[in-house]
């Protein structure tokens, strides 16, 4: 059997970490220098576990694109990038592999060297994230086998809202369920919502932990955190991704008594009620059009299309509330940060946001909110009002620099 590097062989300066963040049906990787944020290679496995599947892997500017051959799983993936990396003579400069893992619980607020405990702790939290934690898993299992020799380290999606107080992570239920069941919120989004802030803190010129921020990650899935002292203090998703904002798919806040209703009176089952709120609703229910916001935008500018206009607004006020009720958590706020597929790219979005949000004094400087897109960073707010930066999210940096800073702290 191959021996597993330790910690202490593994330099930090002169090497790279290979990201992954496993789906159920997808690998996404990453090769990337801890240091500088340098991608030196990335990609894509989709449709696995479908005679469809196929990889795609990007290098610099160039693409390349492999089906995959029986039994079209995630190990399949992994064997083609590995006769990749090896072709391009990059696996010698691999030092680690930082897996993205969504819920980490209660028990994990830093990244962990991947052991048999944590491996059966992160199985165990599968039960309240069943469709990310045992994918996550997956790839676990997937790259010890691909790269036997290699220190694994887990990235936890919850680990950065663990600095929440009682307060915010407790829902209105009895007790017991927290204590016995761990039925409370946990947020997620962490690794993105610690980049920007990171990033928000540099503009500022200041520590991190003296800065004050509320970061709108708006994607696929939507979240908004209040970030104090440079520590999360409330964020808007809970026990699972589904709370808070409306989102792509997911409806995000609702009357619980909706769903009895769905079930009591509109024969709904309870795998319907699940594929209702998690993968109907948002801005696909809204508008009976699409959960892609650009697919949206246009219908609404071009067509006057009413829905994609009602989806639209709805989303923007719903995150514009979730904005505002954080002024709950803060006594100071140094700005507000877009950040996620749709905080980066749409200026419509952001206006339509923070036109609702005058009484915190924001305002966007419309010419700096439209030049803002596609990967661009600035602060878009107006000369005397409070800052708003869109900031380009980067959780991949993140988990090859928190990999990285672990390896390195376990050898000293
Ligand atoms: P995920 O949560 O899956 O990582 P992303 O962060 O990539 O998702 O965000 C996807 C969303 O970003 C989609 O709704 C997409 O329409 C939106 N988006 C991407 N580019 C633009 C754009 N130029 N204008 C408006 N929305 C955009």
């Known amino acids: 059997m191959t021996q597993q590097k330790s910690p202490s062989q593994v330099s930090v300066n002169t090497t790279a970490i290979l990201v992954i963040n496993c789906g159920s049906s997808s690998v996404k990787f990453s090769l990337i220098r801890p240091l500088t944020g340098e991608t030196l290679l990335s990609g894509l496995a989709e449709c696995l576990l479908s005679s469809t599947a196929r990889i795609t892997i990007k290098q610099g500017e160039e693409k390349q694109s492999y089906k995959l051959t029986a039994p079209f799983n995630h190990q399949a993936a992994l064997t083609v990038l590995v006769e990749h990396l090896r072709q391009l003579n990059l696996v010698q400069y691999i030092s680690a592999i930082g897996h993205r893992v969504v819920h980490g619980g209660e028990h994990y607020s830093?990244?962990?060297?991947?052991?048999?405990?944590?491996?059966?702790?992160?199985?165990?939290?599968?039960?309240?994230?069943?469709?990310?934690?045992?994918?996550?898993?997956?790839?676990?299992?997937?790259?010890?086998?691909?790269?036997?020799?290699?220190?694994?380290?887990?990235?936890?999606?919850?680990?950065?809202?663990?600095?929440?107080?009682?307060?915010?992570?407790?829902?209105?239920?009895?007790?017991?369920?927290?204590?016995?069941?761990?039925?409370?919120?946990?947020?997620?989004?962490?690794?993105?919502?610690?980049?920007?802030?990171?990033?928000?803190?540099?503009?500022?010129?200041?520590?991190?932990?003296?800065?004050?921020?509320?970061?709108?990650?708006?994607?696929?899935?939507?979240?908004?955190?209040?970030?104090?002292?440079?520590?999360?203090?409330?964020?808007?998703?809970g026990m699972t991704p589904g709370e808070g904002v409306m989102m792509g798919t997911r409806c995000g806040d609702i009357d619980a008594g909706i769903l009895f209703h769905l079930v009591d009176n509109l024969g709904y089952a309870i795998n319907d009620v699940d594929k209702l709120v998690n993968k109907e609703s948002g801005l696909l229910g809204v508008s009976g059009l699409s959960n892609d916001c650009r697919t949206l935008e246009k219908a609404m500018l071009e067509d006057n299309h009413v829905q994609a206009t009602l989806a639209l607004t709805v989303f923007c006020y719903r995150i514009a509330k979730s904005i505002a009720s954080y002024s709950a958590s803060l006594t100071q706020l140094d700005g507000l940060i877009f950040t996620g597929g749709i905080g980066e790219n749409s200026s419509w979005v952001r206006t339509e946001i923070v036109k609702q949000l005058g009484l915190l004094n924001f305002s966007l400087d419309e010419d700096k909110n439209q030049a803002t897109r596609f990967g661009a960073s600035a602060n878009i707010a107006t000369k005397n009002a409070r800052a708003i930066w869109v900031i380009a999210t980067n959780e991949e940096w993140v988990i090859a620099e928190q990999s990285a800073l672990l390896l390195k702290n376990l050898a000293k």
């Open 110 to 237: 830093e990244p962990r060297l991947i052991t048999e405990v944590v491996e059966q702790a992160i199985a165990q939290l599968a039960k309240l994230a069943p469709l990310h934690n045992p994918a996550n898993l997956i790839g676990i299992k997937s790259c010890q086998q691909a790269f036997a020799d290699l220190p694994q380290v887990a990235v936890f999606d919850t680990a950065f809202h663990q600095s929440m107080p009682e307060k915010a992570y407790l829902y209105g239920l009895p007790y017991s369920l927290y204590k016995e069941h761990g039925i409370r919120r946990y947020g997620f989004h962490g690794t993105s919502h610690y980049f920007v802030a990171k990033q928000a803190a540099k503009y500022l010129n200041k520590p991190l932990e003296q800065c004050n921020l509320i970061s709108a990650h708006l994607g696929n899935g939507c979240s908004v955190t209040v970030i104090k002292n440079g520590k999360s203090v409330d964020t808007s998703m």
